[in-house]
Nanobody, 122 residues
């Protein structure tokens, strides 16, 4: 069982930056691929980025390439999402999630956080 708690969301102007954190409970954090997903009002949840168990590989959605960076600290059981050059279309609830396999497909993710709101004003 893994419990995930996101933090770091908020309101930022377009072009600004935010750093999200996701703290995981349990001693098996390093066994999971960690991913970030987001859901905007009226839209389906979409994949953002994922990072492998060791942190050596990442997958990025085209919409965030060059702007968002995922990283993890297995000693701290924490995954981060650095978001730069934010756009109004990045406004969404951001969720972190854990999966037993390396993938950007949401259905393979077994554990989810409660989400944190990110709002980008124009």
């Amino acid at each position: 069982q893994v419990q995930l708690v996101e933090s770091g969301g908020g309101l930022v102007q377009a072009g600004g930056s935010l750093r999200l954190s996701c703290a995981a409970s349990g001693r098996t954090f390093s066994s999971y691929t960690m991913g970030w997903f987001r859901q905007a009002p009226g839209k389906e949840r979409e994949f953002v980025v994922a990072i492998s168990r060791t942190g050596t590989s990442t997958i990025n959605a085209d919409s965030v390439k060059g702007r968002f960076t995922i990283s993890r600290d297995n000693a701290k059981n924490t995954v981060y999402l650095q978001m730069n050059s934010l756009k109004p279309e990045d406004t969404a609830v951001y969720y972190c999630a854990a999966a037993p396999v390396y993938s950007g497909v949401s259905r393979v993710y077994d554990y989810w956080g409660q989400g944190t709101q990110v709002t980008v004003s124009s």
